[in-house]
């Protein structure tokens, strides 16, 4: 990988509004800045205030001052060191900003869109659009930061949808129990490139490669679950009763953590039938005759209980499943 496009990536990573000094780029390949600002992912920052010296071998950074030569009256500028008033070529004090929100522009611009990047967790994650791969629409977003020890939580707050894949410049989140649906995460260190010219190669087909074997093992616990879970209506219960259960525990974590958080405890989105058919590995009508068998009383109780954050708050452990 390219020096800038490995600083760059590192920058999104950690900063809020990533600056890029003539002292760095001018380590990077020769044309690697005109690329980036061609690209437009630069444009001038406010100049650089302080310098480091490099005369006396102490790497010290100093204030740069302006005078105005004696003869020509030209701009000129200077930093203290110890070694006497040290000169600096102007250019050494360009800067370079590349907001958030331009780097994503310019890296997703392929991605279908409804308007700029809607920042759904501040500062964290971005929601980007949709795409196709893999012979499925996905759902596109960004996130950073998740190297971080809340990442679980900002995964949660997120509430990525079914089918999505979140696009991170260098980190994915670790495994956490406490994530409740954990997306697909690729670091973008895996995807971009420079192309010819001031353009990002998306490598396309590393994300398809990656989507598909995920489909791929999705498909196949599915026909397992059907396996094991096909049988009489008393099972179909059980099941549900479990995936439900199952949520409630994250529900309530959630709703802990976010009254702890806001002083208002918030409800973990409950799953929909339709969802529950999927877990499960039923058609949706299985799930609708189940609610209304008559032995379901528990599986009802449950249903309910998933849509009230108050009581959510106090479920503790899963009722007897004897329903
Ligand atoms: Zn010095």
């Known amino acids: 990988m390219s020096e800038s496009l490995r600083q760059i990536l590192w920058a999104v990573e950690s900063d809020d509004l990533?600056?890029?000094?003539?002292?760095?780029?001018?380590?990077?390949?020769?044309?690697?800045?005109?690329?980036?600002?061609?690209?437009?992912?630069?444009?001038?920052?406010?100049?650089?205030?302080?310098?480091?010296?490099y005369e006396c071998g102490e790497l010290?950074?100093?204030?740069?001052?302006?005078?105005?030569?004696?003869?020509?009256g030209e701009l000129r500028a200077a930093i203290a060191c110890t070694l006497g008033e040290v000169?600096?070529?102007?250019?050494?004090?360009?800067?370079?900003?590349?907001?958030?929100?331009?780097?994503?522009?310019?890296?997703?611009?392929?991605?279908?869109?409804?308007?700029?990047?809607?920042?759904?967790?501040?500062?964290?994650?971005?929601?980007?659009?949709?795409?196709?791969?893999a012979n499925s629409q996905w759902n596109v977003f960004f996130a950073r930061r998740l190297h971080w020890s809340d990442a679980w939580k900002v995964?949660?707050?997120?509430?990525?949808?079914?089918?999505?894949v979140v696009f991170t410049p260098q980190h994915v989140a670790e495994l956490d129990e406490r994530i409740i649906r954990r997306p697909t995460m690729l670091p973008l260190r895996e995807v971009l490139t420079w192309g010819e010219g001031p353009k990002f190669v998306f490598d396309h087909a590393y994300v398809e490669d990656h989507l598909a074997e995920l489909l791929r093992s999705i498909a196949a616990q599915t026909v397992k679950k059907k396996t094991r879970k096909q049988g009489p209506r008393p099972a179909h219960i059980n099941a549900i009763m479990?995936?439900?259960?199952?949520?409630?525990?994250?529900?309530?974590?959630?709703?802990?953590?976010?009254?702890?958080?806001?002083?208002?405890?918030?409800?973990?989105?409950?799953?929909?039938?339709?969802?529950?058919?999927?877990?499960?590995?039923?058609?949706?009508?299985?799930?609708?005759?189940?609610?209304?068998?008559?032995?379901?009383?528990?599986?009802?109780?449950?249903?309910?209980?998933?849509?009230?954050?108050?009581?959510?708050?106090?479920?503790?452990?899963?009722?007897?499943?004897?329903?």
């Open 60 to 72: 010290h950074d100093s204030e740069v001052v302006f005078f105005p030569h004696v003869v020509t």
């Open 87 to 133: 000169l600096v070529p102007l250019e050494r004090l360009q800067r370079w900003q590349m907001p958030i929100g331009t780097f994503l522009d310019v890296v997703f611009a392929h991605i279908e869109r409804n308007g700029p990047p809607a920042e759904i967790v501040s500062g964290r994650v971005w929601r980007l659009g949709k795409a196709k791969w």
């Open 242 to 323: 479990s995936e439900l259960q199952q949520h409630l525990r994250a529900a309530r974590d959630y709703a802990i953590t976010t009254r702890d958080r806001t002083g208002a405890p918030a409800l973990l989105k409950p799953p929909t039938k339709e969802t529950l058919a999927k877990l499960v590995g039923v058609h949706k009508s299985t799930v609708t005759h189940c609610f209304r068998d008559e032995s379901a009383v528990m599986l009802n109780y449950l249903w309910n209980l998933a849509h009230d954050v108050d009581r959510i708050l106090d479920y503790r452990s899963p009722p007897s499943c004897g329903s």
């Open 155 to 164: 995964i949660n707050q997120a509430q990525f949808p079914a089918r999505s």
């Open 18 to 53: 990533p600056v890029f000094d003539y002292d760095c780029v001018v380590r990077w390949e020769p044309g690697e800045l005109a690329r980036c600002l061609a690209a437009g992912l630069f444009s001038p920052a406010e100049p650089s205030r302080f310098l480091t010296c």
